[in-house]
């Protein structure tokens, strides 16, 4: 008997589900998609589906719809209310096609009511260490929290789905086919040419991560670098690479703060790259004022940082605030220019790379799919999914405009004199 009232709970709240989603789907134009629902059966004749939106409890549609929000949606998910078969990056057009319906859910009575039928969730969410810090945000403490809430992870999961050197930052492509390590190597070398780097100076890499950058300028243009990180295990790993490398006499890895670097000797080039995130828009005069104070006349400062879009605005929280990237501040190109130019900086290039990051967010998502056995066995499956999706959801920001990354080329004048090439052309010659 009890078999039996669940079979038909079952079917009874798969039909509600139908229903529900026949009225909310009334006007969207996209059918590329279909959900099956939790007794088995599936709503959206579609042939060839993107992907497949999998209800794994009565109470899903119900968790979803309610009070659907960017981080509401990405909890259902990650704690396993629904999960997406096939191409997760597809799912965001549907994403935000709920986020606007937002208002609709609440004004329109026929979607109310048919919302309220909806089986409510009866279990408990595994709240699987959302950020929760203390002290002021962007203290030197609180920062130290959150990189190490973000990249103390095993480096084991992230070698699955990195390149072979680990760089954990937009690739830069000469094709759209190109695979990640090529498009790896490219982009530390354009970064290298960019900064016009010489033997026998000296570079600092703010937020070094694992050390491919410094590695690759010190092995190929002979430069003395220097790489901080906040992250202890990453340091660890990058110094045993350093002395693999046999780089160790003209590199090192320390784990500091930018703020805390001794201001005893200058560096000739200096270079920032996926750190910017972190800084926070009230810190930015005091990172540009730093970066000044570290670098010679006549030297260069490459700054590599993600962007909001100056018409973008976020309704609320973000999934990446609570889940990924704790603290972390997105802020328009045209802030960072003029926190960099009143800092003292001359502005002498910037380059978007948005389509480059899609590009390096898509085939990481699609190597952490292959290797996802072996992630939940490093990590655990909400993990899994936290990576998984909010990689996916980068990709969809990026390609929607929403997001953008760029590169910035500072200079330090020296008595008005960049001492810079009249054009770009060594970029771009190898």
Request: with cysteine; net charge negative; charged share 25%.
């Amino acid at each position: 008997m009890a078999a039996l009232a669940k079979s038909l709970f079952g079917k009874t709240s798969s039909l509600a589900d139908a229903e529900f989603l026949d009225a909310l789907l009334a006007d969207y134009p996209k059918r590329d998609f279909q959900v099956r629902l939790c007794d088995g059966t599936t709503w959206g004749a579609v042939q060839r589906p993107h992907f497949t939106l999998v209800l794994k409890h009565p109470g899903a549609l119900r968790t979803m719809c309610s009070r659907p929000s960017e981080l509401t949606l990405g909890e259902a998910y990650i704690y396993n209310d629904f999960d997406i078969e096939g191409d997760i990056e597809a799912a965001f057009e549907f994403a935000d096609y709920l986020l606007e319906q937002e208002g609709s859910l609440g004004k329109s009575l026929d979607l109310a009511e048919r919302l309220q039928k909806l089986p409510e969730n009866s279990g408990a969410h595994k709240n699987r260490r959302p950020a929760n810090f203390s002290g002021s945000v962007h203290s030197r403490d609180r920062d130290r929290q959150a990189v190490t809430y973000h990249y103390d992870l095993p480096a084991e999961f992230y070698a699955l789905w990195l390149d072979r050197r680990m760089v954990y930052s937009c690739a830069y492509f000469s094709t759209p086919e190109e695979d990640l390590d090529s498009a790896q190597e490219r982009k530390l070398d354009y970064i290298c040419r960019k900064l016009r780097l010489r033997r026998g100076e000296r570079l600092l890499d703010i937020g070094c991560g694992w050390g491919g950058l410094i590695m690759h300028a010190a092995a190929h243009y002979g430069v003395e670098a220097v790489g901080i990180t906040l992250s202890v295990p990453q340091a660890e790993l990058a110094r045993q690479r350093l002395h693999e490398a046999g780089l160790t006499d003209r590199c090192r890895v320390e784990v500091s703060d930018y703020r805390d670097i001794e201001h005893g000797q200058l560096y000739d080039k200096i270079v920032s790259v996926g750190m910017f995130e972190h800084v926070g828009e009230a810190s930015l005069p005091e990172y540009f004022n730093r970066a000044y104070e570290l670098l010679r006349s006549g030297g260069v400062f490459l700054n590599h940082g993600i962007s909001y879009s100056a018409t973008y605005h976020r309704r609320d929280q973000s999934f990446s605030d609570r889940y990924v990237f704790p603290d972390s501040e997105l802020v328009p190109i045209n802030a960072t220019i003029r926190a960099a130019e009143l800092s003292g900086f001359e502005v002498r290039d910037v380059e978007s790379l948005r389509e480059h990051y899609a590009l390096t967010l898509h085939q990481w998502v699609q190597r952490l799919e292959a290797h996802s056995e072996e992630a939940r066995r490093i990590t655990d499956d909400t993990t899994y999914r936290i990576w998984r999706l909010y990689m996916a959801g980068a990709v969809h920001r990026l390609r929607s405009g929403r997001l953008n990354v760029y590169q910035t080329l500072l200079a330090k004048l020296s008595n008005g004199r960049s001492g810079l090439p009249l054009t770009r052309e060594d970029w771009y010659c190898v």
